[in-house]
């Protein structure tokens, strides 16, 4: 019961993501990298059958528990593409993201899913924990998965370095507990198929893993906010030099497109600013330089982490 709940927060906080952040993603082409992994966040947990019936989603991949490894795959890129929001370079986009690990490890879930269990048996929840106890194929793909799972969980620890102070716990917290539940998960799974399950080890996966990924959700909300909060202060100050542009006759720069990203416009047009105010001999006045503070102060902020 409490793994249902744990799932079902995590769905609405994604989903409230993905509906929120639907604007900026149409929007702005980098804050699709946050809003994609949060869409594939909510997919696979909408594959844990807590809203539709797992045999139901499962039937309509054959009814082989293929949908495990679909929500094993989904889950690591949902991670992965945390990772990517709040690392990736300003102008990156979702096809300029490099691939290539998600990939190669999905293809690493896939190959040694189906290789070592040929037989998988009808759609069930427990799939992995029923079959680990006579298969150890069943065991090799639990362990390889959950190994995938825990590599991407440590590269998410790592990335929050660079998170806001407010934002960085959450996500930090996320991904040791996700770390955690997929090391337990490893542990019981040994214990299962070559020695004695452990009632306590069996345990403690689900509470881990969930609690982490309901951080993880929190630490997307949060950050959500602050990346709205900064891009709106980003276009108000944009809106406020431009006005100061037009008042002291600096043209419009012609060598940005209006896709380049708002810190390159600021920055850009602040220049030209103070540029022209230097070749006119015509000082800014104490108003007018406290803005190109503002926009200084906007530019020079850390927000490596805010995964906008």
Not at 147 to 166: E, Q
Request: hydrophobic share 55%.
């Amino acid at each position: 019961m409490v793994t249902v709940v744990l799932i079902d927060v995590a769905l609405v906080g994604l989903l409230a993501v993905v509906v929120g952040r639907a604007r900026a993603a149409w929007r702005h082409p980098r804050a699709r990298i946050a809003w994609l992994g949060a869409l594939v966040g909510v997919v696979a947990l909408l594959t844990q059958g807590t809203v539709v019936p797992l045999p139901v989603l499962d039937g309509l991949l054959g009814g082989s528990n293929v949908l495990k490894l679909v929500q094993n795959v989904l889950t690591m890129v949902s991670l992965w593409l945390g990772i990517q929001a709040g690392t990736a370079p300003v102008t990156a986009r979702v096809h300029t993201l490099r691939w290539r690990f998600p990939v190669l490890l999905g293809i690493l879930f896939a190959v040694v899913f189906f290789v070592a269990m040929p037989v998988r048996g009808p759609s069930s929840f427990h799939f992995i924990e029923d079959a680990v106890r006579t298969s150890t194929g069943a065991w090799l793909y639990g362990v390889v998965h959950m190994a995938g799972i825990a590599l991407v969980a440590v590269l998410l620890y790592r990335s929050a370095r660079a998170s806001l102070p407010g934002v960085r716990p959450f996500f930090r917290v996320g991904a040791v507990g996700i770390a955690l539940g997929c090391l337990t998960e490893i542990v019981d799974l040994t214990l299962t198929r070559f020695w004695r399950p452990n009632d306590v080890v069996s345990a403690l996966f689900d509470p881990l893993f969930y609690l982490g990924v309901v951080a993880f959700v929190v630490g997307i909300l949060r950050a959500s906010r602050a990346a709205s909060s900064i891009r709106r202060r980003g276009e108000s100050l944009l809106r406020r030099l431009g006005d100061l542009a037009r008042q002291r006759g600096v043209q419009r720069l012609a060598v940005l497109s209006p896709d380049a990203p708002l810190d390159s416009r600021l920055h850009a047009l602040r220049v030209a600013v103070e540029d022209a105010a230097i070749a006119s001999s015509a000082p800014l006045t104490s108003a007018q330089r406290a803005l190109l503070d503002d926009v200084d102060a906007h530019l020079t902020r850390q927000d490596s982490g805010v995964r906008s």
